[in-house]
């Protein structure tokens, strides 16, 4: 009779990093070099690409935001300097309208 073993189920933990530690993390990376700073850290290697994506993706965003953000008030700015100019025409046409009566 051989003995098997009933299969135990896995018992995963997961760690939950603060934004600091993954940017202390990344720093480091980028000073040693991924592989040693996964070793060093005690995490994946993985684990620092996934992170590195993750911030490199927010700064894109955040810069894309910033530039609509500029260009949203360029364009409020022109659109009341030509409703001030519409409003200013309205105003001569009427006062041209009643001359001519």
Not at 29 to 57: C, N
């Amino acid at each position: 009779m051989s003995k098997t073993k009933s299969p135990s189920p896995k018992s995963t933990t997961y760690t939950h990093h603060s934004h600091e530690y993954k940017q202390e993390a990344l720093k480091l990376a980028k000073q040693i070099g991924v592989g040693k700073a996964a070793l060093q850290l005690g995490v994946h290697e993985s684990q620092l690409y996934q992170w590195r994506k993750a911030f490199q993706h927010a700064q894109t965003v955040s810069e894309r935001e910033t530039s609509l953000a500029v260009e949203n008030a360029h364009l409020k700015r022109e659109l009341a300097e030509v409703q001030e100019e519409l409003a200013i025409a309205k105003k001569a046409a009427t006062y041209f309208a009643k001359q001519l009566k």
